[in-house]
């Protein structure tokens, strides 16, 4: 209901009213005449051009955008010779659900449908009203191989004489990784809404806020998300490796640095060639049991992680979509990572542990013991103390070697040359930062670096 239907609807012609504004995070005190005042409120001024803002986005990116109004009804498309959707009567059809369920926050969010296809979601709200939509997409997140439209197919219940026409959808539809559409999507906010959104807020916002929400953290960290030149099966293993070393050292917050792992199986192997969902469910499997293994590396006892492994795989094997094994697995990754947190936060005091937390935080920056200091509440002399009695080692030591394992990261993960990551980790000195390395792993930099690269992409 928009406010001037509402007040028209009750003869309200003039009153002093308080409306909240989510943008601005701010109250406006109105006492004027309700037609003339609200009337402009309805709609931001940027609204009124976004026809002009979703084309240029369009032309710039090559993807379509839907507008709707706030009853969900789609009143226009970018791409004016956008294709019919094969499986639904409409695009209306289609995405309807989704718009009625849209929570009513300002914040862009995320759309999966059983088709694997992806909308992110602007609602365009003002003073708490919404007054309609925009909607990114329909994009893809990797190219859908024969086998996988196959399962599709199978899962769905689709006609084998629809085959043809369901590939050349997909094979019109833009690829986009989840980083790049919610990229989209803050330039499309930034410009309706005036307001800079960073990627870790939008993310939180979508989890907490919508129930159809993006369910994995789809970000490296900007030092890896730029080039990787291994072969897709070799960037597939060394991901994984670091996830599960992730799930041994019980860092959770670490696990928000990756790619979202378990959207990623086109290097995978078809482990079910009749239906998708089978695939997903068994490649779900697979990571459950790899998960279960790297956290009793980590120190989980077998008798709290072999249980809970067969409770995820009963509740896996109950699941009825795509998105439902993602967002399972994804439960499953931060619920065995934290229980590894748990007993290896245990070994340490409280103030030792935000160092711990605080330096891990902070790896790409300076760090003094003063700031140190102040995170923990100690005095800088007791926490070096109390930090060397604890972990076995001091402060400055424990920062080189953190920053050291940062550097084999970046050595296996991308191509960055020496000099750059030693500037990155701030070692000022190549030279030192080589010995340092060398003293800690027995090789050099670019030896380590080979190595790695070397490696069969095989577990």
């Not at 005449?33 to 090559?62: G, V, Y």
């Not at 670490?254 to 482990?271: D, P, S, V």
Request: charged fraction near 25%; aromatic fraction near 10%; hydrophobic fraction near 35%.
């Amino acid at each position: 209901m928009t406010a001037t239907f509402f007040l028209q609807k009750y003869g309200i012609k003039r009153t002093k009213i308080v409306l909240y504004n989510h943008i601005e995070n701010q109250e406006y005190f109105i006492d004027a005449d309700i037609e003339r005042t609200l009337r402009p409120m309805s709609a931001l001024p940027q609204f009124e051009e976004s026809d002009i803002i979703c084309k240029m986005i369009t032309d710039s990116f090559e993807v379509n955008i839907f507008k709707s109004d706030e009853q969900g009804k789609l009143l226009s498309s970018t791409v004016k010779d956008l294709p019919a959707h094969p499986l639904k009567k409409n695009w209306q059809e289609l995405l309807h659900p989704y718009l009625s369920q849209i929570a009513p926050s300002p914040y862009p969010q995320w759309v999966s449908t059983p088709y694997l296809e992806n909308f992110l979601i602007i609602p365009i709200v003002q003073f708490e009203w919404n007054f309609g939509h925009l909607i990114i997409g329909p994009v893809l997140e990797a190219v859908l191989t024969d086998q996988v439209v196959d399962g599709l197919m199978y899962d769905h219940r689709i006609p084998q004489e629809r085959r043809k026409e369901l590939l050349e959808y997909y094979r019109n539809i833009p690829i986009y990784s989840g980083t790049k559409l919610l990229q989209i999507g803050i330039l499309l906010y930034y410009s309706i809404y005036r307001k800079q959104l960073d990627m870790k807020e939008l993310i939180e916002h979508m989890e907490k806020d919508n129930s159809h929400a993006i369910k994995v953290k789809d970000r490296l960290n900007n030092h890896l998300n730029k080039s990787y030149q291994n072969p897709p099966q070799q960037h597939n293993y060394l991901l994984e490796q670091q996830v599960l070393q992730c799930i041994r050292e019980g860092r959770k917050d670490e696990l928000m640095q990756f790619a979202e792992l378990h959207r990623q199986h086109e290097g995978i192997g078809i482990l079910s060639q009749k239906s998708h969902l089978r695939h997903l469910k068994n490649v779900g499997i697979c990571s459950i049991t790899l998960y279960t293994r790297a956290s009793i590396e980590g120190g989980l006892h077998q008798e709290v992680a072999f249980p809970l492994s067969d409770l995820y795989i009963q509740e896996l094997e109950e699941l009825h979509t795509a998105e439902e094994i993602y967002t399972l697995l994804d439960h499953a990754l931060s619920d065995f990572t934290g229980k590894v947190q748990e007993i290896k936060e245990l070994q340490y005091s409280k103030p030792v542990t935000i160092c711990r937390r605080y330096i891990f935080n902070h790896i790409y920056q300076p760090i003094t013991l003063e700031q140190l200091g102040e995170a923990s509440g100690l005095h800088p002399g007791y926490l070096s103390r109390l930090f060397k009695r604890e972990v076995g080692i001091g402060i400055n030591q424990y920062i080189r070697q953190e920053r050291i394992e940062e550097a084999k990261k970046l050595l296996k993960l991308s191509d960055y040359p020496l000099s750059k990551i030693c500037l990155m980790l701030n070692f000022n000195d190549q030279s030192y930062f080589t010995k340092t390395f060398k003293a800690m792993t027995g090789v050099t930099p670019g030896q380590y670096r080979n190595a790695a690269h070397n490696e069969p992409a095989t577990s």
